[in-house]
T-cell receptor
Framework: EAGVTQFPSHSVIEKGQTVTLRCDPI?????LYWYRRVMGKEIKFLLH????????ESGMPNNRFLAERTGGTYSTLKVQPAELEDSGVYFC???????????????FGEGSRLTVL | AQKITQTQPGMFVQEKEAVTLDCTYD???????LFWYKQPSSGEMIFLIY??????QNATEGRYSLNFQKARKSANLVISASQLGDSAMYFC?????????FGAGTRLFVKA
């Protein structure tokens, strides 16, 4: 099966510009997560979708970040306007629901590296 | 408050030796899951091993084992017979409900 794919792999933008990151989860995975890693720090949770619904968006830094998952398939994460501190690697992950048959492990994309100048 | 703590920013190990990467966690839930992921220099995150909070035996997957001490809330990863390809970042993670949170990671260097 195809893995989690993210686009773009790297984006360089100027402060004040807009960037949209896309994530295509593994087919059939209801859970979709966005994480961010700033150099040297932990992988920080941003938000969690169950199908098209936002289950938990407690990690979203501020209202410059907007995530959507229309139709419960792919997701986008838009940053508008971007600030210097938004630089980092944005990871998307998907999973099946944890249960007796599986651990709920996360399957990650390769990340989208965002550099804001 | 930090819920996953990895106190070792970097570790060195001699090839073929065993190494333990530390992880402590904080939760009030009775049901949770603990994971270790590996991130090589290529950037992808690779799932290594899982331990459920109700599992009484320590999880093992090949050369990886998880030393689960529930009362101490620790979930250390043990890599036996280290290989050069084990050089990478290692992240400890905990799933509470549907949310998985990560520690800051430990960078492991395997010396030839």
């Amino acid at each position: 099966e195809a893995g989690v794919t993210q686009f773009p792999s790297h984006s360089v933008i100027e402060k004040g510009q807009t960037v949209t990151l896309r994530c295509d989860p593994i087919s059939g995975h209801d859970n979709l997560y966005w994480y961010r890693r700033v150099m040297g720090k932990e992988i920080k949770f941003l938000l969690h979708f169950v199908k098209e619904s936002k289950q938990d968006e407690s990690g979203m830094p501020n209202n410059r970040f907007l995530a959507e998952r229309t139709g419960g398939t792919y997701s986008t994460l838009k940053v508008q306007p971007a600030e210097l501190e938004d630089s980092g690697v944005y990871f998307c992950a998907s999973s099946r629901k944890a249960g007796t048959a599986n651990t709920g492990e996360l399957f990650f994309g390769e990340g989208s590296r965002l550099t804001v100048l | 408050a930090q819920k996953i703590t990895q106190t070792q920013p970097g570790m060195f190990v001699q090839e073929k030796e065993a190494v333990t990467l530390d992880c402590t966690y904080d939760t009030s839930d009775q049901s949770y899951g603990l994971f270790w992921y590996k991130q090589p220099s290529s950037g992808e995150m690779i799932f290594l091993i899982y331990q459920g909070s109700y599992d009484e035996q320590n999880a093992t997957e090949g050369r990886y084992s998880l030393n689960f001490q529930k009362a101490r809330k620790s979930a250390n990863l043990v890599i036996s017979a280290s290989q050069l390809g084990d050089s990478a970042m290692y992240f400890c993670a905990m799933r509470e409900g549907r949310k998985t949170i990560f520690g800051a990671g430990t960078r492991l260097f395997v010396k030839a």
